[in-house]
């Protein structure tokens, strides 16, 4: 570790008369900005309303409106200058964050300064937004993985506010007044517990001079100190059971650590990686690909400023409980007797570093680094100096750690399903220049290579067309097994020495399958290239598949299918999926179906992949720091021998849509009811792709028609949404809402009324620009990652779009008139073809 460079970035931290601090970070690699406003107030600082929820309502209620804007102003500005704006609140903070273009720096700083500073909680607003949040408690009541998440540290905490939920219980929350949130957010958003994060393409002397004169004028406010209970020492195991319907079973085995601060720390965190970080950790090797104990696991510690917790994670058959709880014991009792190899713990300590380094890749990602460095060690260097504790981290360092945290006395397990019954059966960062130079193979594959020397690491995608398309030929659901078994084995590697090959490079490789294609991607640093290379290329030329692993993979699959069904959302989109493409391939959902899967076994996954893993039918793309003329030879060597094979036939009748409307309600156990109206959609290849994205933005983005009158001006539903689903026939374009039972049929009426306006009215020109503006900052803000470049480039490529595809797609963008929409709208939602799904809570 040794051996790399963080990238030298111009960070200065400063403080304001006023007492507010800033820390202000200049990264010119892309024409991007990010700033965040950090108040260091959350669930555990609400004192006398513990447990009400009242720092998260605060959150809700800033975007509602200040001195100088009301609630639709605030987005409509971001909008214009192609932004986005959002916030979190967590046990310890409440962060407000913007990203842009750093061409609206200014205009974004006066924006998180109005509302941070100047937010009025308007009494018009309350009663509205307090709905919201009820049905954001109602869905995390729906959501297993949020139940059994708060279970946990309910368990591990029982004195300690980071038992509470966040969120807050409903009790609580309700006994809320407007005047508690105004007397809250006056005393606890004061100058003295906020800062300021900026990041990206700026002037740092010139940024510091301009927040200095906006930020002047705020009046400076202390706040009064919260007295937090400390947690007293556990002296016994505890065990929590929540009977649940989902299939499968969230087990959490969660034991305590110190605060980050503590010198114990780096030995926990590199132990966390080596247990239950990658295929090639010790748990997931033992607990799912040897045993087939669980369908999923991990460990993670989650370390704050204080006293955290050690948690290990899984996802179990309810009869496997047990057995799974033993060898997890069994696994760390190895640990605590034989420790670990030094091996294990120098890739640890790789993937660590890999880690820090992606969260680098984004200005929000540093933004968000220095933040959390500042809010709990007030160093904003503190990610650096303990990614150097960690190298100094030794395999005895490890051994006495586990030693001496993993006790029964601090032990808490948390079991969220149905209860037990029978089972059936040296590196430089050269220059931020970029460039695509493309290349075909021998055998006729193509590869396109974007240069990109910011950061030491490389970004690998593999495409081949596949998806519904050849699942309609092969079975539904091919594509999404052969996805989950393709990394299980080759001929010179086992999936075991696949993860850890790859992993202990601080590598990662995974497999997608999605609708319309199989991709392979991989991320490693840039000095790995050819081993890591080896790694994958191997993995697309020659895999295996056994027939063990295929087993353990289908009965997660098979689990997966029912627990799509459990989501009130993903339930409404798989009726309007059957109901509006009839027989067509894209009425059935991309995990397929129960008796396809069932029947599916090694032979007929291998055969799958050999028609469609050919090179006419694929393509290869990197993108990072690497010479393109440096590597195609080494592609060359690796790749050519892939079959040549036939491209995946994509001519494909559009569907028999609906001849006249159609409406479908149906009944489920859950909380929450979803409303969903569908319509037939676009291809691919579409030259409309560009404004429907625009109507997208319109309809469902933040300030969008959907969002300001349904959840925000009558408050009757927590989440509202236009989405769509693009093939290479013909998808679909659906509207939605998240509500409850009684407001189904407002909802529903509303949606109409929205649809049918964007049919007979022209968007307003003002209206038009944002999301315009809106549309091109996503696409700036989506260009950082080097996996999302690659992965979207070649998916581009895969599909016949080209390379420049979105860039040619923000020209057509920026063409766009308000009769260009209304035609479109007339084209699409004046039809029969609707499909208008209710689904509808049990009321038992």
């Known amino acids: 570790m040794d051996d790399i460079n963080f990238p030298n970035y111009v960070t200065d931290q400063f403080k304001l008369d006023n007492g507010l601090n800033f820390i202000i970070r200049e990264d010119r690699s892309n024409p991007v900005v990010s700033l965040q406003a950090w108040c260091e107030t959350g669930s555990i600082h609400e004192g006398q309303f513990l447990g009400s929820g009242v720092s998260h309502f605060v959150e809700h209620m800033l975007f509602k409106g200040t001195e100088n804007r009301e609630s639709l102003s605030i987005a409509q500005d971001i909008s214009s200058i192609g932004g986005n704006i959002n916030a979190y609140t967590s046990f310890d903070r409440t962060v407000y964050y913007i990203n842009c273009p750093s061409s609206g720096l ?117 706040s009064s100190p919260v007295f937090i209970p400390p947690e007293p020492v556990q002296l016994g195991r505890r065990d929590s059971f929540i009977e649940y319907t989902n299939p499968i079973t969230r087990l959490w085995m969660s034991w305590k650590i110190p605060s980050i601060t503590d010198p114990d720390m780096p030995a926990i965190d590199i132990m966390s990686v080596i247990l239950g970080h990658g295929k090639s950790s010790r748990l997931f090797q033992s607990l799912k690909e040897k045993k087939g104990l669980v369908h999923n696991i991990n460990a993670y510690s989650y370390t704050p400023s204080h006293a955290g917790i050690f948690a290990i994670g899984a996802g179990v058959d309810p009869l496997n409980k047990a057995s799974a709880e033993e060898e997890i014991f069994n696994v760390l009792k190895e640990v605590k007797e034989n420790g670990v190899s030094n091996h294990e713990v120098n890739k640890a300590k790789r993937i660590s570093l890999v880690s820090q380094l992606d969260s680098l890749q984004t200005v929000q990602g540093q933004a968000a680094d220095l933040g959390s460095n500042w809010a709990i060690t007030r160093n904003v260097n503190f990610t650096h100096e303990y990614i150097r504790k960690l190298s100094l981290v030794s395999a005895d360092d490890i051994r006495d750690a586990a030693a001496r945290y993993f006790n029964n006395e601090s032990l808490s397990v948390i079991e969220v399903g149905k209860k037990n019954k ?16 493309q290349h075909t193979l021998a055998n006729g594959l193509l590869v396109s290579i974007e240069e990109d020397f910011r950061l030491p690491m490389i970004a690998f995608s593999c495409a081949f067309k596949a998806g519904l398309f050849a699942d309609h030929h092969h079975g539904q659901g091919m594509t999404q097994l052969l996805s989950r078994a393709l990394l299980k084995g080759t001929n010179k590697n086992e999936a075991d020495q696949i993860a850890v090959k790859i992993e202990s490079l601080g590598g990662n490789v995974s497999v997608i399958g999605g609708n319309n294609s199989l991709s392979l991607n991989s991320e490693f640093l840039s000095n790995d290239f050819n081993q890591a290379f080896d790694i994958v290329s191997d993995v697309i030329m020659d895999p295996i598949i056994p027939q063990s692993a295929v087993n353990r993979e289908k009965e997660t699959l098979l689990l997966d299918i029912e627990e799509e069904r459990e989501s009130p959302l993903s339930l409404a989109a798989i009726i309007a999926r059957e109901n509006i493409f009839g027989n067509h391939p894209y009425r059935y959902s991309r995990l397929g179906s129960v008796d396809v899967i069932k029947e599916s076994d090694t032979e007929k996954l291998l055969k799958f992949y050999s028609e469609y893993g050919v090179s006419n039918n694929g393509v290869i793309t990197l993108c990072g720091a690497i010479d393109s003329n440096k590597v195609i030879n080494k592609i060359e060597d690796c790749l050519s021998n892939i079959k040549t094979g036939e491209a995946m036939n994509t001519i494909f009748d559009d569907p028999q849509w609906p001849l006249k409307e159609k409406e479908v309600e149906i009944k489920h156990h859950k909380e929450q009811a979803v409303v969903m109206i569908a319509f037939p959609g676009l291809s691919i290849n579409s030259d409309e792709r560009a404004t429907i994205s625009v109507i997208e933005e319109i309809a469902g983005g933040m300030d969008g028609l959907l969002f300001t009158r349904i959840r925000e001006e009558l408050g009757l539903a927590y989440y509202v949404g236009m989405s769509q ?106 039809t029969a073809s609707k499909v208008t799904v209710q689904v509808i809570p049990n009321n038992k």
């Open 725 to 830: 689903m693009v093939g290479y026939s013909s998808g679909s374009i659906l509207f939605y809402a998240g509500t409850n039972s009684e407001s189904v049929l407002k909802v529903k009426n509303e949606l109409n009324l929205i649809i049918e306006s964007l049919v007979k009215e022209k968007i307003g020109e003002d209206v038009l620009t944002r999301a315009k503006n809106a549309l091109i900052g996503k696409y700036a803000l989506s260009k950082q990652s080097l996996s999302a470049r690659s992965q979207s480039m070649a998916l581009n490529l895969l599909y016949g779009l080209g390379e420049r595809y979105y860039d040619e797609n923000i020209e057509k963008i920026k063409r766009l008139t308000p009769e260009d929409l209304q035609k479109c709208c007339q084209k699409y939602f004046d």
């Open 106 to 222: 200014i205009t974004a700083n006066e924006i998180l300064k109005d509302i941070v500073f100047n937010a009025i909680i308007p009494k018009a607003e309350f009663e509205a937004e307090q709905e919201v949040i009820r049905r954001e408690i109602s869905m995390g009541r729906d959501d297993a993985d949020k139940v059994a998440s708060q279970e946990m540290f309910s368990t591990c905490y029982c004195r300690h506010p980071y038992g509470l939920p966040v969120i807050g219980y409903l009790e609580n929350f309700n006994n809320l007044k407007r005047s508690d949130i105004k007397n809250y957010y006056q005393e606890r958003y004061a100058t003295d517990n906020i800062f300021i994060v900026i990041s990206g393409d700026l002037n740092l002397e010139k940024v510091k001079s301009q927040v200095s004169t906006l930020y002047g004028d705020v009046m400076r406010s202390s």
């Open 422 to 437: 029978p089972k059936k059966k040296k590196l430089e960062n050269i220059n931020s220049d970029k460039k695509i130079v």
